[in-house]
């Protein structure tokens, strides 16, 4: 894996983004702005999952004045997310919000970016700009003929032309397209033409299955090359969801901390439910931070010796398992025992 892409670092409530900081976890709430207490459980559901920063929609005057009230509910740092209204950015920053999301081109006329930004600059907050294949200026789609890379990062880099001339430079970008293709390139080309952090993401990649594939070849491919300071994987559904996937992704090219489940795919030698197993293992370790492998196999045939290179596992037989450290059988226990004998065996590991 290519050395990360060194970025200017952004802080959003104290949360740095870009510079040589982790790479940060975003999401965004799907509730009804309007209903304070349902959005401030979904953002301490998406906290509990491992979420450092929550986008919230602010469509209407009174939705900016409950999201006004979630923020003095909560310390999540919070992204209010803005489209077409420079008042009601506005009216956001001065709510307290840690950073906004804009697409300059929607919000109207250039003096109303302005003023969107000198509320920004005043309260010391960033905006996130944010251009999705969808909503591209016309003149761009007239050149290009379609939303491609070079028409994506042609009207992000001209927006940042543009805050830049009212003296403001505390931005990070995000371009998102549905096509994968199309938002790697665009992400690499971005990434050749500024330092500022990147805000990467594959804009309505799916359900759960497929959004999870999806964003997984998208932003482990730009990860891989060094590319992408703060993620959200966009998944139809709920938005905890996307923190796990994230999280997964980040730890499996080495970028974020905490436990990894293995298991076998099982075979006709398997006796025991893998899956199910391999499930319950990855609820009770969920909350662990210390990066550790933990295998989940089916048979102690070959087990232990194709996961030798876990920390420690189960190797399960008919009706018992064999609990085993680095490859190596500790204790042969019966399938019902199996999963605490194999917590017991990761907490002396932790």
Do not use: W
């Amino acid at each position: 894996m290519n050395t990360r892409r060194k970025t200017r670092p952004v802080f959003v409530r104290g949360v740095p983004i870009g510079g040589e900081n982790p790479v940060i976890i975003q999401s965004m709430t799907n509730t009804s702005t309007e209903d304070v207490q349902g959005t401030l459980e979904q953002i301490e559901n998406l906290r509990t999952a491992g979420c450092s920063i929550v986008r919230i929609s602010v469509p209407s005057p009174k939705a900016a004045r409950a999201f006004g009230e979630i923020r003095t509910r909560t310390d999540m740092p919070l992204v209010a997310d803005i489209h077409f209204s420079h008042s009601l950015a506005i009216a956001a920053i001065e709510a307290g919000a840690d950073k906004i999301r804009i697409n300059p081109g929607n919000i109207g006329s250039e003096e109303k970016v302005k003023a969107v930004v000198d509320a920004a600059k005043r309260a010391g907050v960033p905006i996130r700009i944010g251009v999705n294949s969808g909503s591209l200026q016309k003149e761009l789609l007239a050149k290009y003929g379609h939303p491609c890379a070079e028409a994506l990062v042609e009207s992000a880099i001209g927006y940042v032309d543009q805050l830049e001339s009212y003296g403001f430079d505390s931005i990070v970008l995000s371009i998102k397209a549905s096509s994968v293709p199309v938002t790697i390139d665009a992400c690499r080309l971005l990434a050749e033409k500024t330092d500022y952090p990147q805000h990467i993401g594959i804009t309505e990649s799916g359900t759960a299955r497929s959004g999870s594939i999806r964003s997984a070849v998208g932003l482990g491919t730009l990860l891989a090359d060094g590319i992408g300071d703060t993620i959200r994987v966009s998944l139809a559904g709920d938005p905890v969801d996307e923190i796990y996937v994230a999280k997964e992704i980040l730890k499996s090219l080495g970028l974020a901390q905490g436990p990894t489940v293995i298991a076998c795919p099982t075979c006709g030698r398997t006796n025991i439910d893998v899956a199910g197993l391999a499930r319950e293992v990855e609820e009770r370790v969920s909350s662990i931070q210390k990066t550790i492998t933990i295998a989940v196999m089916g048979c102690v045939v070959n087990g232990p010796g194709e996961a030798r290179e876990a920390d420690v596992g189960i190797a399960g037989g008919m009706g018992r398992g064999q609990i085993f450290v680095k490859g190596k059988p500790v204790a042969t226990v019966p399938e019902d025992r199996l999963i605490d004998a194999l917590m017991e065996q990761v907490q002396k590991l932790i």
